[in-house]
């Protein structure tokens, strides 16, 4: 991945997860890797009892390549892995995590300007 590929997707997590926080969700950790699972969870949130795990995907507004909309990325195996890795974060900090009763998987894909703006925001509550 490329500096800027990275550095666009930092920038909009740091975005969703204010946007996040204004909304009334608790951001509990970001970018987080677990042993015995490959990737990255972009945001791991309390949304009231609800632990919430959200994958960020971010395009420039210049971009040409890519899905029509950001969301749309987080396909079949995507979801897969993001489930796996879950279960590696919730194996890994039993007993560390607030209490909750539920666990959601959110996608947020927002579109960004060359100032870094977001110029198209989708929040897909409980997306698989």
Request: charged share 30%; glycine share 10%; no cysteine.
């Amino acid at each position: 991945m490329t500096v800027a590929r990275q550095e666009l997707g930092r920038r909009a997590e740091a975005l969703v997860a204010g946007a996040l926080e204004r909304a009334g969700a608790r951001i509990l950790e970001r970018n987080v890797r677990v042993p015995g699972a490959r990737g990255e969870l972009d945001l791991v949130a309390m949304d009231g009892r609800t632990l919430v795990f959200v994958e960020v995907k971010a395009l420039r507004d210049s971009s040409r390549a890519g899905p029509e909309r950001p969301a749309l990325a987080v396909g079949p195996r995507k979801q897969v892995k993001l489930r796996a890795m879950a279960r590696a974060y919730l194996a890994e900090r039993r007993g560390g995590l607030p209490s909750f009763a539920m666990i959601r998987f959110d996608v947020v894909g927002v579109r960004l300007d060359a100032r870094g703006q977001i110029t198209e925001w989708e929040h897909i509550h409980s997306a698989f």
